[in-house]
């Protein structure tokens, strides 16, 4: 009870809250793990404790995300971002078009990293509209000679997520899953690669997840560096070189809480709930909070809002921290009200961010 009641109630986008369980077992895990006098950051990545490690966290999220057999799951570094420049490295050639669904931010810089491989282009855009909603699967455009379609599956920083994902026949299809993997869950074979930075609903930052159909390392380019290339890692089971091997530890021990909770259908069951009490905030507030995304587009994730001028918005954030609420602000790019409540984030927690909000609305309506 005494350590909930000095956990701050963090909203923050990434990194992100971890399970109070996970950190206490870490902690007392540290200097002694499971009886070899050394903590997991000292152990060889070629010992048989660490090899253990790294081996239940790739079965534990084969698991957890029902990933079929023909797939690899890679731990890489580099977060996210560099995934955006090994995927057209990887897959696309200079004369070939990759399709890109444009739905925010991070849709626009892995975009911009394809253009210096190859030929990308618009599969749709919600942009004219703030990215305010997913594309309906009857807009998305795309050849089947194309090297694959890309899209992002949740907008961290507009607070969009496709609700379910499209089957696209004779094209790869790729996706960004940095800010909701396991949050619920979807049908991997959709795809022919996905891909996370861990910071936001699997562990620390410094691991990257990707997890790719076999078939697709076959087609890949090889005249691209070693350490670039997703089968140098697939070939090695993730430790060609160093790993992140405490990010991974780490990695494993959030995927052990997910499991022990109930998995993926309670993880989402949590969240839907978690949501529901901020969008009710602001669906109740009579105007009073606007939600920036379509009903039907809105994320279970990351929640953005807005106030009706800058100066109450003002307002709002430093008596939200002054309450304790940490990381409620947009994204520097867009401004407003942003929370995010990815999987770690505690039920009381946005419980209460969302009877502060009642509350501010009843003393500045
Ligand atoms: C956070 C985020 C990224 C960037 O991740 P890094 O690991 O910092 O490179 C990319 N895409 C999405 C959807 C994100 O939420």
Same mark, same amino acid.
């Given at each position: 009870?005494?350590?909930?009641?000095?956990?701050?109630?963090?909203?923050?986008?990434?990194?992100? =809250? $971890?399970?109070?369980?996970? #950190?206490?077992?870490?902690?007392?895990?540290? *200097?002694? /793990?499971?009886?070899? %006098?050394? @903590?997991?950051?000292?152990?060889?990545?070629?010992?048989?404790?660490?090899?253990?490690?790294?081996?239940?966290?790739? =079965? $534990?999220?084969?698991?957890? #995300?029902?990933?079929?057999?023909?797939?690899? *799951?890679? /731990?890489?570094?580099? %977060?996210? @971002?560099?995934?955006?420049?090994?995927?057209?490295?990887?897959?696309?050639?200079?004369?070939?078009?990759?399709?890109?669904?444009?739905?925010?931010?991070?849709?626009?810089?892995?975009?911009?990293?394809?253009?210096? /491989?190859?030929?990308?282009?618009? @599969?749709?855009?919600?942009?004219?509209?703030?990215?305010?909603?997913?594309?309906?699967?009857?807009?998305?455009?795309?050849?089947?000679?194309?090297?694959?379609?890309?899209?992002?599956?949740?907008?961290?920083?507009?607070?969009?997520?496709?609700?379910?994902?499209?089957?696209?026949?004779?094209?790869?299809?790729?996706?960004?899953?940095?800010?909701?993997?396991?949050?619920?869950?979807?049908?991997?074979?959709?795809?022919?690669?996905?891909?996370?930075?861990?910071?936001?609903?699997?562990?620390?930052?410094?691991?990257?997840?990707?997890?790719?159909?076999?078939?697709?390392?076959?087609?890949?380019?090889?005249?691209?560096?070693?350490?670039?290339?997703?089968?140098?890692?697939?070939?090695?089971?993730?430790?060609?070189?160093?790993?992140?091997?405490?990010?991974?530890?780490?990695?494993?021990?959030?995927?052990?809480?997910?499991?022990?909770?109930?998995?993926?259908?309670?993880?989402?069951?949590?969240?839907?709930?978690?949501?529901?009490?901020?969008?009710?905030?602001?669906?109740?507030?009579?105007?009073?909070?606007?939600?920036?995304?379509?009903?039907?587009?809105?994320?279970?994730?990351?929640?953005?809002?807005?106030?009706?001028?800058?100066?109450?918005?003002?307002?709002?954030?430093?008596?939200?921290?002054?309450?304790?609420?940490?990381?409620?602000?947009?994204?520097?790019?867009?401004?407003?009200?942003?929370?995010?409540?990815?999987?770690?984030?505690?039920?009381?927690?946005?419980?209460?961010?969302?009877?502060?909000?009642?509350?501010?609305?009843?003393?500045?309506?």
């Amino acid at each position: 009870m005494i350590d909930q009641l000095q956990r701050a109630y963090n909203f923050n986008a990434g990194p992100s =809250a $971890l399970p109070l369980d996970v #950190l206490k077992k870490a902690q007392e895990e540290l *200097v002694d /793990f499971r009886g070899t %006098g050394m @903590s997991v950051m000292e152990l060889s990545h070629r010992s048989a404790a660490y090899e253990e490690v790294h081996n239940q966290a790739i =079965a $534990l999220l084969k698991e957890l #995300l029902s990933i079929p057999d023909n797939y690899e *799951v890679l /731990f890489l570094q580099g %977060g996210a @971002s560099l995934q955006f420049s090994m995927i057209p490295m990887n897959f696309l050639k200079p004369e070939q078009k990759a399709a890109y669904v444009m739905t925010g931010s991070w849709s626009e810089k892995a975009f911009a990293e394809a253009k210096l /491989f190859g030929n990308p282009y618009h @599969s749709a855009s919600t942009k004219d509209g703030q990215y305010r909603q997913i594309p309906k699967f009857e807009e998305l455009q795309y050849n089947t000679d194309d090297a694959y379609v890309h899209l992002t599956s949740n907008n961290t920083i507009y607070g969009t997520q496709w609700k379910d994902f499209p089957v696209i026949e004779g094209v790869p299809l790729i996706g960004d899953m940095s800010s909701d993997i396991l949050s619920r869950p979807f049908d991997v074979s959709k795809f022919a690669l996905i891909y996370a930075g861990a910071q936001k609903n699997l562990g620390p930052s410094g691991v990257t997840v990707a997890i790719i159909r076999k078939d697709l390392l076959e087609k890949a380019n090889t005249n691209i560096p070693t350490m670039l290339k997703y089968s140098t890692h697939a070939k090695n089971n993730s430790l060609y070189n160093t790993p992140p091997t405490f990010g991974i530890y780490m990695l494993g021990e959030v995927l052990n809480w997910v499991k022990g909770l109930g998995g993926i259908h309670e993880i989402t069951k949590r969240n839907e709930e978690k949501a529901k009490l901020i969008y009710d905030a602001i669906d109740l507030s009579n105007g009073f909070y606007n939600g920036h995304a379509e009903k039907d587009s809105r994320s279970l994730m990351n929640i953005t809002f807005r106030l009706k001028d800058e100066e109450l918005e003002k307002k709002f954030l430093a008596e939200a921290k002054k309450e304790g609420f940490i990381g409620v602000n947009g994204h520097r790019s867009v401004g407003g009200c942003r929370a995010s409540t990815y999987n770690a984030v505690p039920y009381e927690t946005c419980k209460a961010f969302s009877e502060f909000m009642v509350q501010f609305q009843q003393t500045n309506g």
